[in-house]
């Protein structure tokens, strides 16, 4: 089965500073990959996907861009952080003989101060 | 149409009591209906789905039950235990696409 990795697990930074966090995912190849945000207390709110290396579709238009230098590399990116970046960020894939079956990895808690 | 509604938002149930936590949808495209489990600072955790051709389906304690002319899916927790405290999001998606689609989520609570 695959493992997902993120990095950091936990960030704390400042209005207006840059961000990236990283996703990388063990033990499939050429996987869908998603970023979601989750806000304190709410749902999962899908930011991107990717079906492939440099193909990222958005789905809200905000602050944030991702991409996907590598098969099973996804990188969320931002050049000047809100306060309303704040949330916890979730990477996630389908597994690797089940595409119905979606798996998330362990989140980056991101406070934007 | 692509939206998954959940009910309710906030459960609160005594141990050994059974929350049932409701969703409901538009598209009858859907064909696969997973429920996740969220403890807190955790991602989410896949814990049971059906597709519609079953109208239940069981593992363990946990209960999916599916109503296809009312768009309806339901998740049943039997003998709840304090440990299953914690936020359930149900799902939905169809062959070919290429996301899932979530309900708001139900922060539940099992108290002792």
């Known amino acids: ?113 | 149409q692509q939206q998954v509604k959940q009910s309710p938002q906030s459960l609160i149930v005594q141990k050994g009591g059974i929350p049932i936590i409701n969703c409901a949808y538009e598209n009858t495209a859907f064909d696969y209906f997973p429920w996740y489990q969220q403890f807190p600072g955790k991602g989410p955790a896949l814990l049971i789905a059906i597709r519609p051709d079953v109208s239940e389906k069981k593992e363990g304690r946990f209960t999916i039950s599916f109503n296809k002319s009312a768009k309806q899916f339901s998740l049943h927790i039997m003998d709840s235990q304090p440990g299953d405290s914690a936020t359930y999001f149900c799902a939905a998606s169809f062959q070919g696409a290429q996301k899932l689609v979530f309900g708001q989520g139900t922060r539940l609570t099992i108290n002792p």
């Open chain 1, 1 to 113: 089965s695959q493992t997902i990795h993120q990095w950091p697990a936990t960030l704390v930074q400042p209005v207006g500073s840059p961000l990236s966090l990283e996703c990388t995912v063990e033990g499939t190849s050429n996987p869908n990959l998603y970023w979601y945000r989750q806000a304190a207390g709410r749902g999962l709110q899908l930011l991107f996907y990717s079906v492939g290396i440099g193909q990222i579709s958005s789905e809200v238009p905000q602050n944030l861009s991702a991409s996907r230098p590598q098969d099973r590399q996804f990188i969320l990116s931002s050049k000047k952080l809100l306060l309303s970046d704040s949330g916890f960020y979730l990477c996630a894939c389908p597994a690797r003989d089940r595409p119905y079956e979606q798996y998330f990895g362990p989140g980056t808690r991101l406070t934007v101060t």
